[in-house]
């Protein structure tokens, strides 16, 4: 089975530009994640779903950010105007409620954002 | 609120050393307690993990033990390899709520 996709891999921006990270949940998993890494504040939870439905978006950062779900296949997390400090490495994540995998998280490649 | 606390880091050892990270943790209920592990480049991936006071969990040579007396569930190896060189994240997952609180991770350098 395939694991988490993420799309784009690297993506180098200008100031102001929108911004659309893409992630294709493993099949079956009804928890999507997404994550953000930085140097100085290190992983940060910024919104997960539950069923296609927002859970907890208490970490998205302000307006700017927002992140949909329309199918149990895809999510997209996006930034509309992006900044300098919006620069990370942005990683999807998903999860099975229930059984022995309870509580794993299997994460994509991770999506490296550059603002200039 | 649930919190996981590492040691700082970051940890330089030579090849064939042992190893041990620390992690404590603030939970409410009975929580269940993940080690992550970051290769360079590369997402995230479960590196063990134990549900229930007393368990050990167990993979590639590193063992952790869910010490509910003392909360901690600290990791180690005992002869660690270059190819360990990683960030290794403390991680617990506690009632309903489905989300996993992380430590900041840690660093670990291994020289030949």
């Known amino acids: 089975d395939a694991g988490v996709i993420q799309s784009p891999r690297h993506e180098v921006t200008e100031m102001g530009q929108e911004v659309t990270l893409r992630c294709k949940p493993i099949s079956g998993h009804d928890y999507l994640f997404w994550y953000r890494q930085t140097m100085m504040r290190g992983l940060e939870l910024l919104i997960y779903?539950?069923?296609?439905?927002?859970?907890?978006d208490s970490g998205m950062p302000e307006d700017r950010f927002s992140a949909k779900m329309p199918n149990a296949s895809f999510s997209t997390l996006k930034i509309q105007p992006s900044e300098p400090r919006d620069s990370a490495v942005y990683f999807c994540?998903?999860?099975?409620?229930?059984?022995?995998?309870?509580?794993?998280?299997?994460f994509g490649e991770g999506s490296r954002l550059t603002v200039l | 609120g649930n919190s996981v606390t590492q040691m700082e880091g970051p940890v330089t050892l030579s090849e064939e050393a042992f190893l041990t990270i620390n992690c404590t943790y603030t939970?409410?209920?009975?929580?269940?307690l993940f080690w992550y592990v970051q290769y360079p480049g590369e997402g995230l991936q479960l590196l063990l993990k134990?549900?229930?006071?007393?368990d050990k969990g167990s993979n590639k040579g590193f063992e952790a033990t869910y010490r509910k007396e003392t909360t901690s569930f600290h990791l180690e190896k005992g002869s660690v390899q270059v190819s360990d060189s990683a960030v290794y994240f403390c991680?617990?997952?506690?009632?309903?709520?489905?989300?996993?609180?992380f430590g900041k991770g840690i660093t670990l350098s291994v020289r030949p």
């Open positions: 991680a617990l997952r506690s009632g309903a709520n489905s989300k996993l609180t």
């Open positions: 939970a409410t209920g009975y929580p269940s």
């Open positions: 779903f539950n069923n296609n439905v927002p859970i907890d």
């Open positions: 994540a998903s999860s099975k409620s229930g059984g022995p995998s309870t509580g794993e998280l299997f």
């Open positions: 134990a549900t229930k006071a007393d």
